[in-house]
Nanobody, 125 residues
């Protein structure tokens, strides 16, 4: 069983930055799970934001966040990060961290096995 706890959300003005963290339980975290960040804007479906492979070598981003967001992981700390720069009001959403036992980096919800509780990010104009 893997438990994921997100933190770092909050209220920021457009153009600002936030860094989200996702702390994972389990000693074998680094070798077993690809990680992803998803978000769910108000009234909309949950969508893929970014994903990272078990080693951290491979990353993927949604087109809407490419060149603004950076996903990274520190396997020694069992933590995944999402650095969000140049934030826009349309980035407002609940952000979720997820873990997948898939060999590659999944980009769909059903390929992820464990989810955090989410953290709210609100970007004001």
């Amino acid at each position: 069983q893997v438990q994921l706890v997100e933190s770092g959300g909050g209220l920021v003005q457009a153009g600002g930055s936030l860094r989200l963290s996702c702390a994972a339980s389990g000693r074998t975290f680094s070798s077993r799970y690809a990680m992803g960040w998803f978000r769910q804007p108000p009234g909309k479906e949950r969508e893929f934001v970014a994903g990272i492979s078990r080693s951290g070598v491979t990353t993927y981003y949604a087109d809407s966040v490419k060149d603004r967001f950076t996903i990274s992981r520190d396997n020694a700390k069992n933590t995944v990060y999402l650095q969000m720069n140049s934030l826009k009001p349309e980035d407002t959403a609940v952000y979720y961290c997820a873990a997948s036992s898939a060999a590659l980096v999944p980009r769909t919800l059903h390929e992820y096995d464990y989810w955090g509780q989410g953290t709210q990010v609100t970007v004001s104009s």
